[in-house]
């Protein structure tokens, strides 16, 4: 089955900073690659997702990129605010058994 | 549009017991997924529901069961309860599949 390995587990920034998250998955088939942010006590909500026949989206300061090759995706999140502070999760689409197998998370902190 | 509604909230309940927690998704959306987080683990999938079939089932002892009804709400069991099931429950819900998951506020279940 598909494996998501997603790194590093913490990230801490100045504000004004970008920082980059990265994800590794196992399963060549997968071909849908959202990320969601969840803040402190709240759910998970969708920021930005990539399907395999894009190699970058932008959307804002958040970008994703994807290297199917090597089966590789990563978040990008430019000009760093404290309200980015959170914990990111990636995860990976696993074509025709309909679920997401998702990445430990990262905990973002944004420091002023 | 309402978002997807999971009850209750809070639950605390002593080992050995049952639960059952319930999710209502997005008017319209017709798969719901389950997924457990604990802290270090990130989100497991538990079970995909879509049309009142279960399409997809993740690593959980039986002892975690669910169902959907015609009208697309879900619940999910889990009998005999261990301290080791002490988690956050999220369930999402889509139109047709894992993709563009909306995600509930989640239950959280304390097994003492």
Request: some cysteine.
């Amino acid at each position: 089955g598909e494996n998501v390995e997603q790194h590093p587990s913490t990230l801490s920034v100045q504000e004004g900073d970008s920082a980059v998250i990265k994800c590794t998955y196992s399963d060549s088939a997968s071909n849908y690659f959202p990320w969601y942010k969840q803040e402190l006590g709240k759910r998970p909500q969708l920021i930005i997702d990539i399907r395999s026949n894009v190699g970058e989206k932008k959307d804002q300061r958040i970008a994703v990129t994807l290297n199917k090759t090597a089966k590789h995706f990563s978040l990008h999140i430019t000009e760093t605010q404290p309200e980015d502070s959170a914990v990111y999760f990636c995860a990976a689409y696993q074509g025709g058994s309909e679920k997401l197998v998702f990445g430990k998370g990262t905990k973002l902190t944004v420091n002023p | 549009k309402a978002g997807v509604t999971q009850t209750p909230r809070y639950l605390i309940k002593t080992r050995g017991q049952q639960v059952t927690l319930s999710c209502s998704p997005i008017s319209g959306h017709r798969s719901v997924s389950w997924y457990q987080q604990t802290p270090g683990q990130g989100l497991q999938f538990l079970f995909e529901y879509f049309s009142e079939t279960q399409r997809n089932k993740g690593n959980f002892p039986g002892r975690f069961s669910g169902r959907q009804f015609s009208n697309s709400r879900s619940e999910m069991n889990v009998s005999t309860l261990e301290l080791g099931d002490s988690a956050l429950y999220l369930c999402a819900s889509s139109p047709a599949g894992a993709r563009g998951y909306t995600f509930g506020s989640g239950t959280r279940l304390t097994v003492v």
